[in-house]
């Protein structure tokens, strides 16, 4: 058992010496560091002795109470990290305490701090914890540190959310790694609050193997500087800022348009398509040869006739284009599917030879003097022989 105590600080120190002939109770007073780590100390002694003590190192160690601090009311940085402490206490009278390192200990619930008015960074991370437990911490403590807390270190507790902390409007550092962390809505609610913070340290927490999660975090936060270790590149900010920018405005766009077009609980559908009653005028049925030229004819001939366009009413006019109508010759869907014949009437000096292509065309006319002519847009290089 090793045990803290004046003999031992003035047999060991060697960071400030001790002058010769001076008593030991001027030099305690005059100690403002203590450096006692890796000392194998289970034990903190009575120190009252050091008035003036403001740092004291006494990590790795094997303290398993913080006792006997209560003289040290000039004391700003306690560093107590991989020890066997399982309980904050005996801190409420270091009211001048900015620094307090309690890492890698076997604490529980954070707690006992509501009295340090000046504390400005908690270390808190990787506390030796039960199998399927979580570190707790105390909303009294937290509460208190608001006003003042910048820098604080949960990384590696089994933290689930991160609700317990928003009242810390002042935090500039916040380290949470190694934890289970997955909600990004709650993450981007806290950041919301925490205006001053510029690191960030989220790394091994479920979340971070979500989809694009360094850039959905930087668009949380517009004052973050370093996100897990890496600094943040001002033009990619001011890009994915950009683009959240937009994506709000759609997101607003489609709900305008949703709320205008559904105001009333029903889908507003566009009236019916309505197709006009009055005739197309000049329309001919296609596949009837011939049959405009004669329509044309009958036409003019029913122009010529007293009871023209010029002097009968709606009901005569309508009587004379169905007489007109009829009047064309009938053609039957077996007529308006054959194929068009031509006939040629044969020319005096030509000689008329029965025909071998055309089954339906008896003959074919040659004219005597017929001599066929080269095609002339046939490319010479394409023609075949």
Request: charged share 25%; proline share 6%.
């Amino acid at each position: 058992m090793v045990r803290l105590t004046i003999d031992l600080i003035a047999r060991v120190n060697t960071h400030t010496k001790r002058k010769r002939d001076e008593p030991l109770s001027q030099y305690l007073r005059r100690l403002t560091h203590l450096y006692f780590q890796e000392r194998h100390i289970d034990e903190i002694d009575d120190l009252s002795l050091c008035k003036n003590l403001s740092v004291l190192y006494l990590y790795d160690n094997r303290i398993a109470r913080i006792q006997n601090l209560h003289f040290a009311s000039n004391l700003t940085h306690l560093y107590l990290q991989n020890n066997l402490i399982n309980k904050i206490e005996n801190l409420s009278l270091l009211r001048r305490l900015e620094k307090l390192y309690l890492g890698s200990n076997e604490i529980t619930v954070v707690e006992g701090l509501d009295k340090l008015e000046n504390l400005k960074e908690l270390h808190i991370e990787n506390q030796r914890l039960p199998p399927g437990e979580k570190l707790l911490f105390d909303p009294r403590s937290i509460q208190a540190l608001s006003a003042t807390l910048c820098v604080l270190n949960v990384s590696g507790n089994n933290l689930e959310d991160l609700q317990d902390f928003r009242c810390l409007g002042q935090l500039n550092q916040f380290m949470a790694a190694d934890n289970q962390l997955e909600d990004m809505k709650e993450l981007a609610q806290v950041l919301t609050g925490w205006v001053q913070l510029w690191r960030l340290e989220l790394v091994g927490n479920p979340l971070c193997r979500k989809a694009k999660y360094r850039d959905r975090v930087i668009v949380m936060s517009a004052s973050l500087e370093v996100l897990d270790g890496k600094e943040i590149n001002e033009t990619a900010r001011k890009f994915l800022l950009s683009w959240k920018a937009n994506k709000e405005a759609r997101r607003r766009q489609r709900e305008d348009r949703k709320k205008n077009g559904d105001a009333d609980g029903t889908r507003r559908e566009l009236p019916p398509l309505q197709l006009p009653h009055a005739p197309l005028r000049n329309y001919i049925m296609p596949g009837l040869p011939g049959a405009r030229k004669q329509f044309e004819a009958i036409l003019a001939r029913s122009r010529s006739l007293p009871g023209s366009a010029d002097v009968m009413g709606r009901g005569d006019m309508l009587a004379q284009k169905t007489e007109i109508i009829a009047e064309l010759p009938k053609k039957s869907l077996s007529d308006l599917q054959a194929p068009i014949r031509r006939v040629w009437e044969p020319a005096p000096d030509a000689h008329v030879m029965p025909s071998s292509v055309d089954p339906d065309q008896q003959f074919v006319t040659i004219p005597t003097n017929f001599t066929p002519e080269p095609p002339t847009n046939i490319h010479p290089k394409s023609a075949k022989i």
